[in-house]
């Protein structure tokens, strides 16, 4: 495989993903805002895939599921409209404490909607992060934010089909949702 990739998401991706040519512009702490503010970055790379996780961050300044949605969809549409031929997968939000779950369930649920009037593609994470309650589960990280080692590999294991079948597709391919079975 080759190809280039900008993850907005900070991590070991270049780790993760050695067959790729990795561009990891995430940051620490980022919110929808920062995204917002820092678009031009990534658009600068015109890199043949573009993934995107953000939205947790935004929790914790007690944002709204309606604020976090729009800023994910201005995201969303900034990218296609200054990246045309780009491949995109956004993922869903990461599951946080049980108090939050219904929160976040609804900004997925409205992302998963979204994403494919970007021609986007949506991968959620749900499936292999969260308990049936909606809260992360301990087994992958420490504090209900941060994922742990193990964490990172099942993240890691569930994205990695996704970007290869967005390789495998022309940039000009209308998306459906890319669900972990």
Known sequence: MSGSIVFMEDGLWENWFPEYEVCNLGVSGDTTDDLIARLDTVIEVHADVVVLQVGTNDLGWRKSDEYITRNVETILCILRKELPQTRIVVQSVLPRERGVALIIRSINRHIC????????????????????????????????????????????????????????RPSSTWPNAIQRA
């Open 113 to 168: 909607q979204f994403a494919p009037t970007q021609r986007a593609q949506y991968l959620d994470l749900w499936p292999v992060l969260a308990e049936l309650d909606g809260e992360l589960s301990r087994q992958y990280s420490n504090d209900y934010v941060h994922l742990t080692f193990e964490g990172y590999e099942v993240w890691v294991t569930a994205l990695k089909p996704a970007i290869e079948l967005l390789f495998g």
